[in-house]
């Protein structure tokens, strides 16, 4: 174990020693009258306005937090909000009323023992909805004696939660919504609380819902920089929002609350918790983060897997916001950090400015084209202007110090030693998340502009089997036709 142990903090650190090196050599022949400062912040780009993000968000949850009753107990830097001062109307001890655990699963015969294995702690507060599966899932089902209601209508899953609310006994009032793959972590497999205390606190809270942390299990090369990257979306991103948190795949509602949302869905795959948020939010609901409980999920374990489904979020992301833009800025409205997490940030920080990232990417490539030449003396490229190798060595040297600052101030001693031997080219999974993004913002594009997608991604391939049409009196949303309908 120690061995182990020694090569984990060994590896990174050699990566940090040879990125040194690299910088120091590709730096030395380069002189004053080369360097661009417009060209240096154009490559840094990324570097700047993450590592800016990344303080600023650490700084508000502290804010958020610190008129907490006790700031010293450890729940505190788990929580987005004073929780203790959330449910004060609720004096004596802390008891959970009815609650279920709901969720929408499809031809999941292949993998039913494990999930029924996983969700078997929980079992008496489990119900499911077969959602127009083909093979034996519910049928299976029903005989281990769950509860699973079979649908013959795809439906997809904000239609099937839907359906399924209909069913659940009235005393229930909460519901937590997760999906097929996911574990509920108990205490000593990473949560602080048990899940009952969670959905006790939230019933006494009266708040909309709360989004739990969620963790990338351990799968390979890939799953390690998931992990840190979910790592950074949840305990820096969610946990600064306050009661303006945004949903995720598995997140608990006060049932009344998501069944007024998806009354309001478009019903679309696509984006589908944050179009959830936009509509609690956008009525004057609080949503917050809870990390005291973990949940966690399967990564995508091949790099085409995980291309298709980064595609798949960042169309959802922009047809959201394009559709429901008043009503975020709506919520901006109410308090200053809103109007910057999803008008400034998400906006004009994120979907605005890409083609600017693209040409910081382009830039960077040059870069490293420049000191590959410059490291191996073939002369071919000027150095000059746009081509400069200090451009990359510097913006690889800050990314790399930022995410040093974040693995040992914000992932937990635990997941450190997992995390660390991919901290030194984490810049690198940054950069490459340009391509998925741009296509994901073309299928956008190109859906409007001739009725098709650049790319078909697996959210795609999946929605397409609709075969209801489904129109929402009074949702601000225009409904979806089914030939395009969205992941």
Known sequence: M???????????????????????????????????????????????????????????HRRHTAIAADPGRGDVRLLSIDLAAARRSGAGAVTVRPYAIIASIFNLEEHLDEFMERLQPYRDHVWLISDGSTDNTAKRL?????????????????????????????????????????????RHEGSTVDLERVVADLQQSGAAAACPRIVIEPDGFLARFQALEYALAFLVGRRSLADFGVTSGVSIYRRDALERALDQHSLSVYAEDLENTVILLRDGERIYYDGRLVVSTEGPGTVRRWFSQRVGWYYG????????????????????FAMYNFIAYT???????????????????????????????????????????????????????????????????????????IVPVYFIYVLVHIAPITIGFGNWLA?????????????????????????RPGSSAPALRAPTASR
């Open 2 to 60: 120690k061995i182990k142990r020694s090569w984990s903090l060994f590896a990174p650190l050699g990566v940090c020693a040879l990125l040194a090196g690299w910088i120091a050599l590709a730096a030395a022949n380069v002189q004053v009258e080369d360097f661009s400062v417009l060209f240096y912040a154009l490559a840094n780009l990324i570097v700047f306005t993450d590592a800016i993000d990344f303080g600023l968000r650490l700084y508000v």
């Open 142 to 186: 029903r005989q281990a004696g769950w509860r699973c209601l079979d649908d013959d209508v795809n439906r997809h899953k904000p239609g099937a939660l839907r359906r399924l609310l209909t069913t659940l006994p009235a005393p229930i009032e909460t519901v937590m919504v997760i999906d097929p793959d996911v574990k509920i972590c108990s």
């Open 317 to 336: 992301l922009l047809r959201v916001y394009t559709q429901r833009f008043h009503e975020l800025w709506r919520i901006g409205r109410r308090t200053p």
């Open 347 to 421: 906006g004009v920080l994120g979907l605005a400015p890409h083609l600017l990232r693209i040409g910081s990417a382009a830039l960077l490539l040059v870069s490293v084209v420049a000191s590959l030449d410059n490291l191996f003396v073939f002369n071919l490229l000027p150095i000059g202007g746009p081509i400069n190798p200090v451009y990359f060595a510097g913006a690889v040297g800050s990314y790399l110090t930022l995410g040093a600052i974040a693995l040992f101030t914000v992932v937990p001693k635990s997941e450190r030693a997992y995390i660390a031997p």
């Open 447 to 471: 859906l409007r502009l001739w009725g098709r997608r650049l790319y078909r991604d697996h959210y795609q391939a999946h929605e397409d089997g609709a075969t209801l049409t489904i129109e």
